[in-house]
Each structure stands twice: as C-alpha cells, then as structure tokens.
C-alpha cells in the first residue's frame, strides 16, 4: 500500500476513473449488442447515431484506441447496411 498522501489520493482517483471506464464501456457494449439485434433498418439508423457518439467519447477519452474505434463504426454501418 502507498504510504504516501498524493500516492493515496491517486489510487483514490485512478479507482474512480477505472469505474467511471469501466461503466461507459460496458453501457456502449450494451447499446451495440442491441443495435445489431434489431431487424428493423429504420429504426436501427435511429440508433446507429447514439451509438456511434458513444463510440466516439470512448476513443476521445483514451477507453479505447481511435483506430478501434473506427473498426467498430465501419463493421456496426456494414452490419445495418445489409439488413433487408
């Protein structure tokens, strides 16, 4: 354990900040496993925004990489895209 004053505080913090990632990560998962359960191209395009901004605060707050990002984004459209 740290034994120092700012050394605990940043273990405080970090444990925050792991949280608070932990929690977007796992609400824009959740929003993409639903996005590409639905059958229906109107209402999917609907949501394809929200979850698109969603994937973009992840990369712009370092959760993950600005490349993997745009993965996710390009295979969501692809996957929308081919729904009759």
Known sequence: ???HKATKKDVRQSEK??????????????????LLAATD??????????VISMIDKLAKRNIIH???ASNIKSGIVKR???IA
């Open 1 to 3: 354990m740290a034994n």
């Open 17 to 34: 900040r792991r949280e608070r990632n932990r929690y977007y990560g796992k609400t824009t998962r959740n929003a993409i496993r639903t």
């Open 41 to 50: 191209k109107a209402a999917a395009k609907e949501d394809l925004t929200k």
């Open 66 to 68: 600005k490349n993997k």
């Open 80 to 82: 929308i895209n081919a």
